[in-house]
């Protein structure tokens, strides 16, 4: 059976970019801005609170592991946070090469290890789009054992400790987005995939991207009727049924095509009956013929922050 969870992943290319071990002491506050880059901190140490574009605050604590697919304006702070009109001090960096937030002098009461991923899928945008805002995970012990293990690797100063945490961090995020499938609020594949009616239809659409499926057809795999379905699918995913399946079409048909597929092989494998059909669907989608798109380089990734 296939996985939906595990095709978005393996096409969303999840890749380490940058990490940075921070400690805190004191009162302080860090608030960034990424531009949409892909976040996520892992608690190593202690407790600190993070609050994202104006939602409640969320309080960490050690263990803890936060991924913000497509960050834009965030803070943390200690649990007893700076006043409000209190400057935001830059890290300090120390000799070892750890940052340290507030209090530069006494022993550290919390540390995080922070950095940016970046997902190389020329889909990318789209498959966020069907993940939380904001996943955020405890008490998992497959995590938490991940958790340790890049801890340690944070830590110290063996050789190789750059490559070897990089496969650590690309690990820990697809486990994460396998560990909050269960407890996503926000709209979304996640939140589609915990609700067990709409995850058979989610299922069907991905063993069969190619099938002529139709709403009807799909609300059948979920035992609903049409209009509960459609309207289900559409809370839960946040799209309709069908433009999910266009997207998801759209997602396969361009990995076929980097992988030097023809026009014809593809259309016939995402479900158009002829290279036409599929060729003005596609150009309508992507903005280029899908011959051209097949010889355009991809784009280059983002340097580190």
């Known amino acids: 059976m296939i996985d939906p969870l595990a095709e978005v992943v393996t096409l969303l290319q999840p890749r380490a970019q940058f990490s940075k071990v921070v400690s805190a002491a004191g009162m302080w506050r860090v608030r960034r801005s990424h531009a949409g880059q892909p976040f996520y901190c892992v608690l190593l140490e202690g407790e600190c609170i993070l609050t994202l574009d104006g939602q409640a605050p969320l309080p960490l604590r050690q263990g803890d592991f936060v991924l913000i697919p497509e960050s834009h304006d965030f803070s943390m702070t200690s649990v007893r946070p700076p006043p409000p009109h209190a400057l935001d001090a830059d890290p300090v960096r120390l000799p070892h090469g750890e940052f340290r937030l507030g209090d530069t002098e006494g022993p550290a009461q ?60 690309e690990v820990l995020l697809i486990e994460a987005l396998r560990s909050s499938a269960v407890t996503a609020a926000s709209p979304g594949l996640l939140r589609g995939l915990a609700d067990e009616r709409l995850a058979q239809a989610l299922r ?10 139709t709403v009807a057809q799909l609300a059948k795999e979920a035992a609903l009727s049409r209009s509960a379905f459609f309207e289900r699918f559409r809370r839960a995913v946040g799209v309709a049924p069908m433009e999910y399946l266009l997207c998801w079409r759209m997602a396969q048909a361009k990995r076929l095509l980097r992988l030097q597929n023809s026009v014809a092989e593809v259309a016939e494998r995402v ?21 051209r798109y097949a010889l355009t380089p991809p784009p280059p990734s983002a340097p580190p922050a």
């Not at 498959?127 to 890049?150: A, M, Y």
């Open 271 to 291: 479900g158009y009956g002829s290279a036409s059909a599929f060729s003005v669907a596609f150009t309508r989608h992507v903005g280029l013929p899908p011959a």
């Open 110 to 169: 919390t540390m995080l290890l922070v950095g940016h991923c970046a997902f190389d899928s020329p889909d990318a945008a789209l498959l966020v789009s069907l993940l939380p805002r904001l996943i955020h995970i405890r008490g998992e012990q497959r995590l938490s054992t991940i958790v340790q293990l890049v801890g340690g690797e944070s830590r110290a100063q063996r050789p190789g400790r750059d490559v070897v945490l990089a496969h650590l961090l």
């Open 204 to 213: 069907r659409m991905h063993e069969a991207v190619a099938a002529p499926w």
